[in-house]
């Protein structure tokens, strides 16, 4: 069979946080390039994907990346399936909008606790330092492989009410450098990808904009009609989830082979300023 530009069939990749949102565009990016993908996430439920002719396979693995052991037992399934790992996408993460200090009543359910600060902290931050450790392990041991650290622009730029999110974020740009540093000599490439402000997926639930409108004094209509404003954006839109999708598999593939250490803001040109 040709191979594809991206030369990506047969390649095994684990895209954690896969059932949904980015993660789940990534994951079909990858199965219509032909490679075979281990779904960990927290879902019950398997999620669905197309098959196409060439696409390759999947495998569904109940995942808490939070917790070692679990981690563990799904690389040691994706092993068991497809007999090795090429790539790993940490893709899981959660937020949980929260104030600082909440000046209008204090200690109110939307200002920051140790509980919502250790739970954000330890999928978002820990949950890619047990992934990647334990991936990691394995590619040394055929001195190849590829780590894609999904970060945010909310890492690059902070974030009103989402502090440690924020800050979560940035330490995994952190552990990008830093872990390419560490693994090139060992032929194994480190990237990040920071998404922006991207098209609506089921992850915006009312719980979570609700949050996030009160922590920015605005109402849940505002905070709506917010992600429909451009004007900051160069580009004029919002992202797509296969846009993001599409440069993950590109950063993946032999075709970046010399790409190592960086972390792309894919965000249509929105800065600061």
Same mark, same amino acid.
């Given at each position: 069979?040709?191979?594809? /530009?991206?030369?990506?069939?047969?390649?095994?990749?684990?895209?954690?946080?896969?059932?949904?949102?980015?993660?789940?565009?990534?994951?079909?990016?990858?199965?219509? @390039?032909?490679?075979?993908?281990?779904?960990?996430? *927290?879902?019950? $439920?398997?999620?669905?994907? $197309?098959?196409?002719?060439?696409?390759?396979?999947?495998?569904?693995?109940?995942?808490?990346?939070?917790?070692?052991?679990?981690?563990?037992? *799904?690389?040691?399934?994706?092993?068991?399936?497809?007999?090795?790992?090429?790539? &790993?996408?940490?893709?899981?993460?959660?937020?949980?909008?929260?104030?600082?200090?909440?000046?209008?009543?204090?200690?109110?359910?939307?200002?920051?606790?140790?509980? =919502?600060?250790?739970? =954000?902290? @330890?999928? @978002?931050?820990?949950?890619?330092?047990?992934?990647?450790?334990?991936? +990691?392990?394995?590619?040394?041991?055929?001195?190849?492989?590829?780590?894609?650290?999904?970060?945010?622009?909310?890492?690059?730029?902070?974030?009103?009410?989402?502090? =440690?999110?924020?800050?979560?974020?940035?330490?995994?740009?952190?552990?990008?450098?830093? /872990?390419?540093?560490? &693994?090139?000599?060992?032929? =194994?490439?480190?990237?990040?990808?920071?998404?922006?402000?991207?098209?609506?997926?089921?992850?915006?639930?009312?719980?979570?904009?609700?949050?996030?409108?009160?922590?920015?004094?605005?109402?849940?209509?505002?905070?709506?009609?917010?992600?429909?404003?451009?004007?900051?954006?160069?580009?004029?839109?919002?992202? $797509?989830?296969?846009?993001?999708?599409?440069? +993950?598999?590109?950063?993946?593939?032999?075709?970046?082979?010399?790409?190592?250490?960086?972390?792309?803001?894919?965000?249509?040109?929105?800065?600061?300023?």
């Amino acid at each position: 069979m040709q191979k594809s /530009w991206l030369e990506l069939e047969g390649k095994t990749v684990i895209v954690t946080g896969g059932a949904s949102g980015i993660g789940e565009a990534v994951v079909q990016e990858f199965l219509d @390039n032909g490679a075979n993908v281990v779904v960990g996430d *927290m879902n019950s $439920k398997a999620p669905e994907f $197309k098959i196409k002719a060439n696409s390759g396979k999947t495998l569904y693995v109940k995942t808490d990346i939070s917790n070692a052991i679990s981690v563990n037992e *799904m690389v040691e399934k994706a092993k068991l399936e497809f007999g090795r790992i090429d790539i &790993l996408v940490n893709n899981a993460g959660i937020n949980i909008p929260r104030l600082l200090v909440d000046a209008k009543e204090p200690h109110s359910k939307y200002e920051l606790d140790e509980a =919502i600060f250790d739970k =954000i902290v @330890n999928v @978002n931050q820990k949950g890619v330092f047990f992934c990647t450790q334990a991936v +990691v392990r394995e590619m040394v041991k055929a001195k190849s492989g590829v780590v894609i650290n999904m970060s945010s622009e909310s890492g690059l730029e902070g974030s009103e009410g989402q502090s =440690i999110y924020a800050a979560t974020k940035n330490a995994v740009n952190s552990f990008t450098r830093s /872990w390419a540093k560490e &693994l090139g000599r060992q032929g =194994i490439r480190v990237v990040g990808v920071a998404p922006g402000i991207l098209e609506a997926t089921g992850l915006r639930t009312i719980e979570y904009e609700t949050a996030l409108a009160y922590t920015r004094e605005i109402t849940v209509d505002e905070l709506r009609a917010g992600y429909n404003k451009t004007t900051t954006i160069p580009l004029g839109r919002s992202g $797509k989830l296969s846009e993001v999708a599409d440069l +993950v598999c590109y950063v993946a593939s032999s075709r970046a082979n010399y790409i190592h250490g960086v972390t792309y803001n894919v965000a249509g040109g929105k800065t600061r300023g």
